[in-house]
């Protein structure tokens, strides 16, 4: 990602996850690797607020299980093509934890501010 003086663009990416019986085991195998380098991106002001989709049932009660089912992000960047690269070069995506043919990244014009 490239800072420069221009103004950046808010991105939303939605990222499922793959359905087969073994994307849940590739996600917990790579999610470490998947985290330190979001961190980075952080660091860097370029993933605003990012987090994991979980399936309705996580919520039901204070101790069912949280299952993971994809990713979500908002990010800031000079282009969509920025942001393509950063999701392409993730581990997630990579590794086939993501669907790539459901991954959604999108201009966002946001209506409220970033926490």
Request: charged share 30%; glycine share 6%; proline share 4%.
């Amino acid at each position: 990602m490239t800072t420069s003086a221009t103004t950046r663009h808010k991105f939303i990416v939605y990222a499922p996850d793959m359905t087969d019986e073994g994307a849940f085991r590739r996600r917990l195998g790579v999610r470490q690797t998947h985290l330190d380098r979001a961190k980075v991106q952080v660091d860097k002001g370029v993933i605003k607020v990012a987090g994991a989709m979980l399936t309705p049932e996580s919520i039901e009660s204070p101790n069912a299980d949280k299952k993971m089912i994809g990713s979500v992000f908002i990010c800031e960047a000079d282009s969509l093509a920025d942001v393509r690269k950063l999701i392409e070069t993730d581990v997630y995506y990579t590794d086939g934890v993501w669907d790539r043919e459901k991954l959604v990244i999108l201009p966002l014009a946001l209506a409220t501010r970033l926490p």
